[in-house]
């Protein structure tokens, strides 16, 4: 792992926050046009999603 300036990690969490929405938007935009077979699948995606913008705010926090 690359330990980095917080400076640095702050200025980087606005970017990684937003590709975190724009993935969770476009999982969103799916959920209209897959068979019920792959809800689940949107589902279990939307939760890691989920997961990794905890992880991005808990990072926040310390930084």
């Known amino acids: 792992m690359v330990h980095r300036e917080p400076a640095k990690i702050r200025q980087a969490l606005p970017q990684h926050k937003a ?33 990794a913008d905890g992880i991005l705010q808990r990072i926040s926090a310390q930084v």
């Not at 975190?20 to 799916?30: G, K, M, N, P, Y």
């Not at 959920?31 to 689940?40: E, G, I, Y």
């Open 19 to 51: 590709a975190l929405q724009r993935a969770l938007d476009d999982v969103d935009a799916c959920d209209f046009t897959v068979n019920v077979n792959q809800v689940d699948y949107l589902d279990h995606v939307k939760s890691l999603i989920q997961q």
